[in-house]
């Protein structure tokens, strides 16, 4: 394999209500990082995972993965790109394509990772799974007023993973200065070029506690 997947996990996941981080949120009786591994691990390309983990839960993190794929735990930062660069830091010799992929994309097929990595080699420097949008997109005031609507033809819902050819990545991240909520984005600030390719519906980020039913519902009826 020539590809290494960064997965930061060390966020809290507020959204989805009280309890443990979000990547060890139960999902069909494991936790939606032990999903996420699995699936990225099932990819022929893989070669190494790095996972960012809480501080509190490295070593758990740690034992909960061992069994499902020979991975790397780092501890992760503050924001989710400190726990991106935490993971690319450990990163080993030998991979030139890096992907980042939420753990809370928990159902990501392994096909995705594939075609996503298979977009870096044949030759882009950053490479991001989208959707179209579905719903009526409107710019809102504070005040809850429609200030108007947005050309919903041009715009995409971005996932993960996310590829990006290794020194491309590494300048990004030497680069950025505010955080922003994808690696894609720091690419886009140092005006390269970042490729589309169609992504998936099972790559839905988990967020809510509807998504966690969405994802449930699709394992147990076998559909991911
Ligand atoms: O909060 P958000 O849904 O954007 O988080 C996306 C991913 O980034 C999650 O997998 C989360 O665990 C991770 N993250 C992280 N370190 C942080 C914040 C978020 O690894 N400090």
């Known amino acids: ?17 009280p309890g443990r981080p979000k990547a060890l949120r139960f999902l069909a009786g494991e936790p939606l990082l032990a999903h996420a591994v699995r699936r990225v691990a099932a990819a022929p390309s ?6 960012a983990a809480p501080v509190a839960e490295a070593a758990a993190v740690a034992e ?18 400190e726990s991106v660069a935490a993971a690319l830091a450990a990163v080993p010799a030998g991979p030139e394509i890096i992907l980042v992929h939420d753990a809370a994309r928990a159902l990501t097929p392994s096909t995705l ?29 504070a005040d ?16 993960t993973p996310q590829g990006f ?29 970042v490729r589309c390719v169609p992504g998936s519906e099972y790559a839905l980020k988990i967020t809510r506690p ?4 969405l994802a ?7 559909a991911a």
């Open 46 to 51: 893989v070669h190494s995972i790095v996972v």
């Open 144 to 159: 809850e007023l429609v200030l108007g609507t947005v050309d919903r033809s041009a715009l995409r819902a971005v996932q």
């Open 64 to 81: 909960l993965l061992a069994p499902i794929a020979p991975v790397t735990v780092v501890v992760g930062g503050a924001t989710r790109q």
């Open 1 to 17: 394999g020539d590809v290494a997947v960064l997965v930061p996990a060390a966020g809290a996941g507020v959204r989805l209500g």
């Open 113 to 141: 990772v594939e075609s996503v990595a298979a977009a870096v080699r044949a030759g882009d420097d950053a490479v991001i799974p989208v959707l179209p949008v579905v719903d009526t997109i409107k710019e809102v005031a």
């Open 210 to 213: 509807f998504d966690l039913a």
């Open 165 to 193: 050819r290794r020194v491309v990545l590494a300048a990004a991240h030497a680069a950025a200065v505010d955080p922003l909520t994808d690696d894609a984005g720091l690419v886009e600030k140092q005006g390269g070029s």
């Open 216 to 222: 449930e519902h699709l394992l147990l009826t076998g």
